[in-house]
């Protein structure tokens, strides 16, 4: 079993920055990619990133491609997601999951956070 909680949401700017983290339980954690998911308001919810076990591949969204960069900390048990340039079409809940499979389907993710939000403002 893995426990995910995220935190580092909240309001800010356009153009502005954030850093979301996800602390995860579990001795197992180095076994998972893991990947970082949100939905929008009205949306269902879609793949953003993803890191594998060692940290050895990543995978972006195109649309977060070149402003949101993922990173993992093994010996901490953390995965981290820093989020530049935000856009308003950046609000959303981010989650943070953790999976065995391929890393951009939300169906390959056995465990899911309870989401932090991140609100954008024009």
């Known amino acids: 079993q893995v426990q995910l909680v995220e935190s580092g949401g909240g309001l800010v700017q356009v153009g502005g920055s954030l850093r979301l983290s996800c602390a995860t339980s579990?001795?197992?954690?180095?076994?998972?990619?893991m990947g970082w998911f949100r939905r929008a308001p009205g949306k269902e919810r879609e793949f953003a990133t993803a890191?594998?076990?060692?940290?050895?591949?990543?995978y972006y969204a195109d649309s977060v491609k070149g402003r949101f960069t993922i990173s993992r900390d093994n010996a901490k048990n953390t995965v981290n997601l820093q989020m530049n340039s935000l856009k308003p079409e950046d609000t959303a809940i981010y989650y943070c999951?953790?999976?065995?499979?391929?890393?951009?389907?939300?169906?390959?993710?056995?465990?899911w956070g309870q989401g932090t939000q991140v609100t954008v403002s024009s």
């Open positions: 999951a953790a999976g065995l499979g391929a890393a951009t389907s939300s169906r390959d993710y056995a465990y």
């Open positions: 890191i594998s076990w060692n940290g050895g591949k990543t």
């Open positions: 579990g001795r197992t954690f180095v076994s998972y990619t």
